[in-house]
């Protein structure tokens, strides 16, 4: 695992540069990330371009064996490009442009702007192109796909509308827009979705487009930028780092015109007292490696105690810097970077903690920092080693974009069902893949898709597939619900997926904060909560029942033969036991090895590299954790991650 320190040489006096460089260099820091951000410094005026302390700072590093990522800066552009050009900010819902005085509040489709980055992104790229110091590039910070209001995004919508329907009359169609009087007769009455009413008012056919465009439109900035720096600095691999953000863009999309992933990590430091809750960021971990099926990068982990968004929390417990470095490891990052240093003593992040505190006396954290650089060198030929699932869980931005327009039910969330069956498969010692639900399914063995909400035909059909061919498929409620389009199917639900689930749906009660006790025919009861479909087999043979409410003794669970596989449909979302009991079934009629026994909150996962299987075995707890593994004692304090090779 290669270790790395976000830095901003522009925030610190140059003094501190060279015992910091060296500092880095003794704790076994092999990488940096500068100049994110940095746009004032690198172009102070207009088209006068300064890389000289840029230069002086990558040097220091080469000199010290360390790598170094170079950002480009577009995220904040310099004080006298918004004065020359105040437009180039994106514009509120409100018809207002965003005040200056934050970060990311330039639209990426004006094009002024665009002409400037392109010129700050091309200048940076020739600069270091010869430079073998220079490893890679990370494009601008965080990209979101904002809603921007701005009459360019307006232009490219309606553009973009065109290309995908050639004429208002299927726009009209597709859209639904006779309701309400909403048919248009020209592109230019379409208009992106201001005012302050919730989204959820406004037409969800629409409204899907809308997030797509949002997404697409982020991605064209960055495969733009992507492609000047490929013309002008060859041979270095570019990314961007992203993070599970309200305007999430299309990962899959973004990802294809990017050589990796980088991801920022930031686990929770105070523990949910709720034993309910999905709070392990293995769930993440594990969907960023799916985005590309390879090794990816964390672009900033955690150090310190976070603030400065919000009030300040607790900082990171005594092992969790080293063991959440390593559990990233563990699920497949095979570059951590730690974000940041030294805690900023200047700006709005000065309450957001590095890994050295505002005094750079380096305290506690550091040393867990340093300690975990040790172990990180140790497990050097892990570095690349595989992860092989034979489960997977199928995620869809589709799905996510539409349950935010229409959120279900009180306390319903895409993810949530996700979640819960990563933590049951995870829970057995189990290996999983988070992928996009294009994918192909071949190898898997289980393939969880739970919310097909929006239908995608080719992605029912390869479901249809691998079931008929023996694998093992856990559906969910809120499938086959939507068209394309995000209209309503006229069809008793699960829909498209009614064969090979052999159930359907007589009725659905969303029952949001409530709760309604479900039986499984062995006695074990779990509960329903936020959604309960009232099923009737066709061909499925019914697992539980609900135990309450009009519904009483109606199927809520059902599992059904199909081809030579298996289809289990939950009807419902239930609390985890639901999951923890289904997927035991699930890993056992499959007739995969599992670890039914491992404790709550300890995380197993396995690589194998060339004659070498590794078991990563992570407590995620505050408590220490001792118990048996394959007749070996293992014992684990709190955050502890124990390696243990064959
Ligand atoms: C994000 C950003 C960083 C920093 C951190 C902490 O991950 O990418 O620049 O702002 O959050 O707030």
């Excluded at 992106?192 to 997404?215: E, I, K, T, V």
């Excluded at 949910?272 to 809750?277: A, F, L, V, Y």
């Amino acid at each position: 695992m290669r270790i790395g320190v976000d830095y901003y040489p522009e925030h610190w006096d140059r003094t501190l540069w060279t015992a910091d460089a060296d500092l880095m260099r003794e704790t076994g820091v092999k990488l940096v990330r500068l100049a994110e951000f940095a746009w004032c410094r690198l172009e102070p005026r207009d088209g006068a371009f300064d890389f000289a302390w840029l230069d002086e700072a990558v040097a220091l590093f080469a000199a010290r064996g360390i790598d170094v990522v170079l950002c480009t800066p577009t995220s904040c552009p310099p004080m006298w490009l918004y004065e020359k050009h105040p437009d180039i900010v994106h514009v509120e819902k409100d018809g207002t442009p965003t005040n200056l005085g934050i970060r990311s509040h330039r639209c990426v489709t004006n094009p002024t702007f665009l002409h400037y980055a392109d010129r700050i992104t091309i200048e940076m790229a020739k600069h270091y192109a010869d430079n073998p110091a220079v490893v890679g590039w990370q494009i601008d910070n965080e990209l979101e796909a904002y809603f921007c209001y701005c009459e360019h995004c307006i232009g490219k919508y309606r553009a973009w509308l065109q290309k995908k329907y050639g004429t208002v009359e299927n726009l009209n169609r597709a859209w639904g827009n006779v309701v309400w009087s909403g048919e248009y007769s020209s592109w230019t009455q379409i208009r992106p979705p201001y005012g302050s009413l919730p989204h959820a008012w406004q037409n969800p056919a629409y409204m899907l487009d809308f997030y797509r465009f949002c997404s697409e439109n982020v991605i064209d900035f960055s495969n733009r930028q992507a492609a000047q720096l490929r013309t002008h600095c060859p041979g270095r691999p570019v990314t961007t780092n992203v993070w599970f953000c309200e305007h999430m863009p299309d990962f899959y999309n973004q990802f294809a015109g990017l050589d990796f992933i980088s991801y920022d990590n930031y686990p929770a430091t105070r523990l949910p007292g709720d034993p309910e809750s999905c709070y392990s960021h293995a769930f993440h971990l594990d969907m960023m490696r799916g985005v590309k099926r390879q090794p990816f990068w964390i672009m900033e982990q955690l150090s310190g105690g976070k603030g400065c968004w919000a009030p300040m929390e607790k900082p990171p417990l005594p092992g969790m810097i080293k063991g959440y470095a390593l559990q990233a490891f563990a699920h497949g990052a095979d570059t951590v970077v730690h974000f940041r240093w030294r805690t900023a003593n200047i700006g709005a992040e000065m309450h957001w903690h590095g890994l050295i505190d505002h005094s750079n006396v380096p305290g506690r954290r550091f040393d867990e920092f340093a300690d975990m650089c040790k172990t990180a060198a140790e497990l050097e030929k892990l570095q690349g080693a595989e992860i092989k699932a034979d489960v997977a869980i199928l995620f869809s931005f589709d799905n996510e974009y539409a349950f935010k327009i229409q959120p279900q039910t009180d306390g319903y969330y895409y993810l949530e069902q996700l979640q819960r069956l990563h933590r049951a498969f995870a829970g057995l010692g189990l290996n999983v893949d988070i992928i996009g639900q294009h994918e192909k399914l071949d190898g898997f063995r289980i393939v969880c898709s739970p919310e097909m909400y929006v239908t995608d035909a080719g992605v029912a059909q390869r479901l249809h597939d691998f079931a008929a061919q023996g694998g093992t498929v856990i559906l969910t409620t809120r499938s086959g619900v939507k068209d394309e389009h995000n209209n309503a199917l006229m069809a008793q639900l699960p829909g498209t997926y009614r064969d090979m689930a052999g159930v359907h749906a007589v009725e659905y009660a969303p029952i949001g904060w409530e709760q309604v006790p479900v039986a499984f025919d062995d006695g074990t009861e779990v509960h329903a909560k936020q959604w309960c479909d009232i099923l009737e087999t066709d061909t499925a043979e019914v697992l539980a029942r609900y135990n309450g409410d009009y519904f009483r003794g109606a199927p809520a669970i059902t599992r059904n033969l199909y081809g030579s596989g298996r289809v289990y449909y939950i009807g419902t979302v239930g609390t985890q036991p639901l999951y923890d009991h289904i997927t035991r079934m699930a890993v056992k009629e499959a007739e995969l090895s599992c670890i039914p026994d491992l404790p709550p909150r300890v995380e197993l996962v396995t690589r194998t590299a060339k004659g070498v299987t590794a078991r990563f075995i992570f407590n995620n707890d505050d408590q220490p954790k001792s118990f048996m593994l394959d007749g070996q004692p293992i014992t684990l304090a709190p955050f502890e991650m124990n390696v243990v090779m064959d």
